[in-house]
């Protein structure tokens, strides 16, 4: 009948000393990819072929984790490097992270998109929380999330190819495919048998659980294809020498291991 008493912080004091900038810096552009629920073990080059070979390129970080079991805790620690019981002083002081007053202070174009929303958990109220409203994106007018993800992509093409170019940018994509129930085209089955319709709420995961999680992999193939476009364009346009692209997921997912 142990009782554990957490103590939740309602005023902060962030950041603790002023930041300070080097008055060389390079404004390099930004491209921050997270994928719902993307486990590490997804970056494979059966699985996800164009961001295992943009990662033998790239700097793979191994040994970093998440900051929670879920997408607020998770996203919470990536934005603002602290540990997730903060989040509820940030929220009542809707406080966002110094990275976006950095950010802000030089100038750059932004552009936040997901395929789900903001709202739910309360990413308005905190991380986005002083940015303008006009650079926040919410848009999944498909049923299915793989479609959205691709709408999006085209959108972020879109605004990099309209942007003040005298300027630096950055793009912050949330993916929905690889979030349960899992979504993809056909063309993305890569892993066979599936299940093909499935509900958390009514399935007994124990019994179908390799099923499930094949299900899953197709899904990470798909947004796999979504980053190989980006990775693309930014090739293509020159862009990838001026610009830092952060992959990554808010958390893993399990299949009853």
């Given at each position: 009948?142990?009782?554990?008493r957490v103590h939740v912080p309602?005023?902060?004091?962030?950041?603790?000393?002023?930041?300070?900038?080097?008055?060389?810096?390079?404004?390099?552009?930004?491209?921050?990819?997270?994928?719902?629920?993307?486990?590490?073990?997804?970056?494979?080059?059966?699985?996800?072929?164009?961001?295992?070979?943009?990662?033998?390129?790239?700097?793979?970080?191994?040994?970093?984790?998440?900051?929670?079991?879920?997408?607020?805790?998770?996203?919470?620690?990536?934005?603002?490097?602290?540990?997730?019981?903060?989040?509820?002083?940030?929220?009542?002081?809707?406080?966002?992270?110094?990275?976006?007053?950095?950010?802000?202070?030089?100038?750059?174009?932004?552009?936040?998109?997901?395929?789900?929303?903001?709202?739910?958990?309360?990413?308005?109220?905190?991380?986005?929380?002083?940015?303008?409203?006009?650079?926040?994106?919410?848009?999944?007018?498909?049923?299915?999330?793989?479609?959205?993800?691709?709408?999006?992509?085209?959108?972020?093409?879109?605004?990099?190819?309209?942007?003040?170019?005298?300027?630096?940018?950055?793009?912050?994509?949330?993916?929905?495919?690889?979030?349960?129930?899992?979504?993809?085209?056909?063309?993305?089955?890569?892993?066979?048998?599936?299940?093909?319709?499935?509900?958390?709420?009514?399935?007994?995961?124990?019994?179908?659980?390799?099923?499930?999680?094949?299900?899953?992999?197709?899904?990470?193939?798909?947004?796999?294809?979504?980053?190989?476009?980006?990775?693309?364009?930014?090739?293509?346009t020159g862009l990838l020498e001026?610009?830092?692209?952060?992959?990554?997921?808010?958390?893993?997912?399990?299949?009853?291991?």
């Amino acid at each position: 009948e142990a009782r554990i008493r957490v103590h939740v912080p309602k005023s902060v004091t962030y950041p603790l000393k002023p930041i300070i900038q080097s008055s060389e810096h390079t404004n390099y552009n930004i491209i921050w990819l997270v994928g719902e629920s993307l486990r590490f073990d997804m970056l494979d080059p059966n699985i996800m072929p164009h961001t295992w070979r943009f990662s033998q390129e790239a700097l793979n970080f191994r040994h970093h984790y998440s900051s929670g079991n879920g997408t607020r805790m998770a996203m919470f620690g990536m934005f603002y490097g602290l540990y997730a019981n903060y989040w509820w002083g940030f929220l009542d002081q809707e406080r966002g992270p110094v990275l976006f007053d950095v950010l802000l202070a030089n100038d750059y174009q932004l552009c936040m998109m997901t395929s789900s929303n903001f709202k739910y958990p309360e990413f308005m109220d905190t991380m986005f929380a002083g940015l303008p409203k006009n650079v926040i994106h919410e848009d999944n007018p498909f049923p299915e999330a793989w479609q959205n993800d691709r709408r999006n992509v085209g959108r972020l093409m879109d605004f990099m190819s309209e942007r003040d170019r005298r300027r630096p940018f950055m793009i912050f994509m949330f993916f929905e495919s690889p979030h349960s129930r899992y979504y993809f085209p056909p063309e993305c089955a890569v892993a066979k048998p599936y299940l093909e319709d499935f509900n958390y709420t009514t399935t007994d995961v124990t019994k179908v659980a390799p099923l499930i999680r094949n299900r899953y992999i197709n899904s990470c193939n798909h947004l796999d294809s979504q980053i190989g476009r980006l990775i693309d364009y930014l090739k293509d346009t020159g862009l990838l020498e001026s610009t830092i692209v952060v992959i990554t997921g808010d958390h893993g997912e399990e299949f009853m291991e």
